[in-house]
């Protein structure tokens, strides 16, 4: 299964990181933007499962972390980036900050543009719960 994911800049909850850690076990592909915080622990954790891993990474190398994937894709603003990430991949698992959905956060757009395309979404809450949209 190929999995994307999107998730906070601020990085992920312990539970978080062990729900990720169980979810994967499922996929095969992992999708991830190259971002501090989430995508670089997620990027972490995938690579420690063996997943193959594509990188999909921003434009802005403000927020960029270096991730050494198997494969690289070309850099975009973070909008076109995050769709990329949806639409190349059969789930969205996302890690927002907190369970409040924001209108200014690359998170929360991201599981919105999911959404509207009828792409599964499972939401991992800091807290450890979870919701499959």
């Not at 622990?41 to 190398?61: Q, R």
Request: aromatic share 8%; charged share 30%; net charge neutral.
């Amino acid at each position: 299964m190929k999995i994307g994911f999107t998730g906070t800049r601020e990085g992920m909850t312990d539970i978080q990181k062990e729900r990720l850690t169980k979810g994967l076990a499922s996929g095969d592909h992992f999708h991830h933007g190259a971002c501090v915080g989430a995508d670089s622990e997620a990027h972490t954790i995938a690579k420690s499962l063996s997943l193959y891993i594509v990188v999909h990474p921003p434009l802005s190398k403000e927020k960029m972390v270096e991730c050494i994937g198997d494969e690289c894709r070309d850099a975009e603003n973070y909008l076109a980036r995050d769709q990329n990430i949806v639409d190349e991949t059969e789930i969205l698992y996302a890690f927002p900050k907190g369970k409040k959905e924001l209108l200014r956060s690359g998170t929360w757009a991201t599981i919105r543009y999911a959404l509207k395309t009828k792409k599964p979404v499972l939401i991992f809450y800091p807290d450890g719960a979870m919701e499959s949209r």
